[in-house]
C-alpha cells in the first residue's frame, strides 16, 4: 500500500493541546497545593518529604489503578478497603510456607475475591454497588476469622524489605507503584483489552452488539481490581510490619477520590492511569502537608472534602466551556 | 398585511462555531404563520444546529433573531417554550424507564406542592393522545417500545402544549408511511390554526407534499428560498448538493464469475414466543433480500435472533452446517455484520471517538502480537470507510456523538462493513441520510452484493426495498405471510401482503 499523507488525523501540536485540556486542570490543582504547602512550611519542598510523600501515597495509587478500570466500566468496587486488609492477613499468616509462596497466595486471595465481586456482578445481574458493599462487610469480618481480631505481627525479612528497602536508590515501594503504572497505563491505553474496557463503559449494549463479551470483561476486571488491592495490603502490611484487621479501612474512597480527580466520569467509558495517578498525588500531597502543618484529623476530613469537590467542579465546567 | 405575510420568526446572519468546526456560517430565515417552512440540506450542513439555536440549546456564536417583532435569544429551552417554540428533536430524548405518559408530561406535569397527581397526569397525557390519533398506549414502558412507538411519543411531548412555531427535526426518519400520515395530517390541523411549523427531512416526496416555502442550505451557508409552486425535486436536490443526480436508485451489477449459489443461510422454523413465529427462508450470496413490514410486524426481533441477541428455537444454518449463536461475538466469527437500526443505542458509543466506533466490531483484526492494538492498520481502516462513506468529519479522533445525525448513521455503516461479511443484515440503513448518500449507500450495497455477500435489508420505506432488494419477504404479526420476486414485486401487492388484505 502506498502512504498517502492523511488528512485527517490529529497533528502533533493538536495533541500537546488536547493533553493539556486534559490534565491542565488538575495538573494546575497539584502545583498550586504544593505551592501552598511550600509557603507554610519550608521542609515540605525537599527530597526527603517528596520520597515520603510518594511513600505514602503508593497503597492508594495502586489500590486507584484497579478502581479506575472498575470506574471506566461504568462499575464501582467498594470491597477494596477490605480487600487490602484480607491480603495483608493472608499474606502474614501464609509467611510460615516462605515469602514467595506467601507472596503467591495472597496474590491470589486478591484475585479470587475480586473474582466473586466480578461473578455476582456480570451473572446475577446485581448492581456492583450492592454486590460490593455487601463483600466489603465480608471480607472485612473474614480478617478476624484466624487471629480472633489480634493483629498478625510480621518478622519476615523479604517482606518487610518491600516497605523499607530500596533499590538504585530509591524505595522499593515506589518502584512498585511506577511498575504498575506503567503496566495498568498501557494495557489500558495499548491493547484491545483496555479498548474493550472503553467502548463497554461507554455504552454497554452497544458493545454487545459488537461482539464484545462483555460478562467476561467485567469477570476480568473485578479480578484486576482485587489483586491491584492484594497489591496494596501487601505493601500496607509491610509497612506496618504486621496485618491488622482494621487496615485500609476506607481506602476505597481514597480511591475513588483518586480516580475522579484524575478524570474518570462515575459513568463509565471516560478516564486515564495517568489521570489517576495524578489524582492520587493530589491526595498524598494534602496528607502529608496537613500532617506537616499539623492539622487535627476532623480539619483534614473537611479540607479534603471541599479541595476534592473544588476541584472536580472546575474540570467539569473547563471541559463543558471547551465543548 | 395580511395574515400569511407576517413573518413571526426571522433570524439574520447567524453564525456558529463549535471550537475550530463553523456549522453555521450565515444563516437567514423567515418563517410565516400557518405555513409549512422546510428547511434542507445535506449531512452536516447544519439544520439541526440551527434549530437548536432556534430552542436555546446552544447560543448563536453571533447573529440577530426576532420573535413576533422583539428580539429573541433564548438562554435555555424551558425560555424558548414559554415564548411560544416547541420541538421534536432529531435524536430521541426520552427516558426509557418512565411510562410514555410520563415521558409526554415531562417539564409539567399536573403538580400541586411537588406531588404529581398521577391520575391527571395519566389522562391528560391519554387525552392528547387520543386527539392526536396516535396508537400508543400511554402506560407503556418507553423502553419497551419500538423505535417508530417512541418517534410518535416524541411528537406527541412537542405537541403537549401549544406553540406558536412548531420544529420537526426528521420526525418521519422512522417511521412507516402509515405512521407518517398520521403525522402529516397533526400538521394540516396545526397549519390550519395558525402555526408555523418548521420542517427538516431527507424524504423528498414528502418534503414537495408538505412544503409552503423551503429554505436550501448547504456548508452552513443559507443558499436560497423557494416556494413550493417554483421549484421540483430535481432542482432542490441540484441546490442542495451542487450537482444534478438524475437516479435515486443505481442499476443491479453483474454478478463476478465464479460466486457459489449454495445458500450461505438457511433459516427453517425460527420462532420466538410472542416476537416471530415459524421464520423460514434461504439467502444465497450476491442476493439483496428485502423484508417489509409495518412497524410491529417482528422483522427487527427476527434479525437480532440472526445475530445471536436473543435466543429463539429452530434452526439456522451457515454454509449448511447447523449453527447455534450464543452471543454476537459468534455471529461475527461466522462472518455476519448487523446494522442496527437505533444507532443511539445499539450502533454507537457516543463518547468515543469516531476512529474507535469504526474498528469496535472488528477489534480482532486489529489486534497485534500479545493483545496490543494496531492502531497504525486501524486509522488507516478508519479512514478508508471514512472516505468511502462521505463521513463529514475534521478528524478520526472527533468524538461520534458529535457528529450530525446522518453522518452517525454512516459510521454504523462503516463499522460494519469494517468486518468483511459475508452475511450483511441492515435494519434501516438510511435512516437520516441525506438523498446524495443514500445513493452513495445504494451503490455499496450493490457493489457488495456482486462481490458475493448475501444481504438482509429491513426497512419502512418501500420504495428503498422494491428499488434494491431481489426478492422481499413480506412479515405481519411476527409470520412470513407472502415472499415475492420478479414481477410480482409491486407497491401494490406488497403493502396489501403487510396489510393483510392479501394473503
Ligand atoms: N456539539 C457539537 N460539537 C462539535 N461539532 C458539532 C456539534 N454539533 C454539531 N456539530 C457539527 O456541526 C455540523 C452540523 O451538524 P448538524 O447536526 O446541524 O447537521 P444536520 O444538517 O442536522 O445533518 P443531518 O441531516 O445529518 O442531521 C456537523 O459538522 C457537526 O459535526
Ligand atoms: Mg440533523
Known sequence: ??????????????????????????????????????????????????????QQVAVVAIAAFGMTWVILLGEIDLSI????????????????????????????????????????????????????????????????????????????????AIGAGTFLGLPIIIWIVLVLFVFNHILLSRTTFGRRTYLTGGNREAALYSGIKVDRLKIAIFTLSGVMAAVAGILLSSRLYSAQTNAGMSYELDAIAAAVLGGTSLAGGVGTMVGTLIGALIIGVMNNGMNMLSVPYFYQLIVKGLVILIAVWLDVRAKQRRA | MSEADRTVLSMRDVKKNFGPVAALKNMRLEVR????????????????????????????????????????????????????????????????????????????????????????????AAELVANLGLPVNVDAKVGQLSIAQRQLVEIAKGLSHPAKVLILDEPTSSLSDSEAEILFGIIARLKARGTAIIYISHRMEEIMRLSDDITVIRDGEYVTTRAREDTTIEELIALMVGRRMDEIYPPALEPLPGLSTAPVLQVSGLTRAGEFDDVTFDLCPGEIHGFFGLVGSGRSEVMSALFGMREAQGEIRVDGRAVRFRNAADAIKAGIGFVTENRKEEGLVLGAALRTNISAAAIPAFTGRAGFMNFGAERRAALAEVQRL?????????????????????????????????????????????????????????????????ILMVSSELPEVLGLADRVSIMAGGRITATVAGTDLTPERVMAYATGTLK
Not at chain 1, 504544593?34 to 512550611?41: D, G, H, K, R
Not at chain 1, 478497603?81 to 510456607?97: P, Q, Y
Request: net charge positive; hydrophobic share 45%; charged share 15%.
Open chain 2, 390 to 454: 462521505a463521513i463529514r468529519t475534521n478528524s478520526l479522533d472527533t468524538l461520534a456523538g458529535t457528529l450530525s445525525g446522518g453522518n452517525q448513521q454512516k459510521v454504523v455503516l462503516a463499522k460494519w462493513l469494517l468486518t468483511r461479511p459475508r452475511v450483511l443484515i441492515l435494519d434501516e440503513p438510511t435512516r437520516g441520510v441525506d438523498v446524495g448518500a443514500k445513493f452513495e449507500i445504494y451503490r455499496i450495497i450493490r457493489q457488495l452484493a456482486s462481490e458475493g455477500t448475501a
Open chain 1, 81 to 160: 478497603g477490605s480487600i487490602i486488609a484480607v491480603a495483608g492477613m493472608v499474606g502474614a499468616l501464609a509467611l510460615g510456607f516462605g515469602f514467595v509462596p506467601a507472596l503467591l497466595l495472597t496474590l491470589a486471595a486478591g484475585a479470587l475475591m475480586g473474582a466473586i465481586n466480578g461473578v455476582l456482578t456480570a451473572k446475577l445481574m446485581l448492581p456492583s454497588f450492592i454486590v460490593t458493599v455487601a463483600t466489603m462487610g465480608i471480607y472485612r469480618g473474614l480478617v478476624s476469622l484466624p487471629t480472633n481480631g489480634a493483629p498478625a505481627m510480621i518478622a519476615d525479612p523479604a517482606w518487610l
Open chain 2, 33 to 124: 404563520p400557518g405555513r409549512v417552512h422546510t428547511i434542507l440540506g445535506e449531512n452536516g450542513a447544519g439544520k439541526s444546529t440551527l434549530m437548536k439555536i432556534l430552542v436555546g440549546v446552544h447560543p448563536p456564536t453571533e447573529g440577530r433573531m426576532e420573535l413576533d417583532g422583539q428580539p429573541y435569544l433564548p438562554q435555555n429551552p424551558t425560555e424558548a417554550s414559554q415564548r411560544g417554540l416547541a420541538i421534536v428533536f432529531q435524536e430521541l430524548s426520552l427516558c426509557n424507564n418512565l411510562s410514555v405518559a410520563e415521558n409526554i408530561m415531562a417539564t409539567h406535569e399536573p403538580a400541586r406542592y411537588g406531588f404529581i397527581n398521577d391520575r391527571k397526569l395519566r389522562q391528560q
Open chain 1, 1 to 54: 500500500m502506498t502512504q498517502t499523507p492523511d488528512p485527517i488525523t490529529a497533528s502533533q501540536g493538536h495533541r500537546l493541546r488536547a493533553l493539556m485540556l486534559q490534565y491542565g486542570g488538575i495538573l494546575l490543582a497539584l502545583v498550586l497545593l504544593c505551592v501552598i504547602f511550600t509557603a507554610l512550611n519550608g521542609r515540605f519542598m525537599t527530597v526527603a518529604n517528596l520520597t515520603n510523600i510518594l
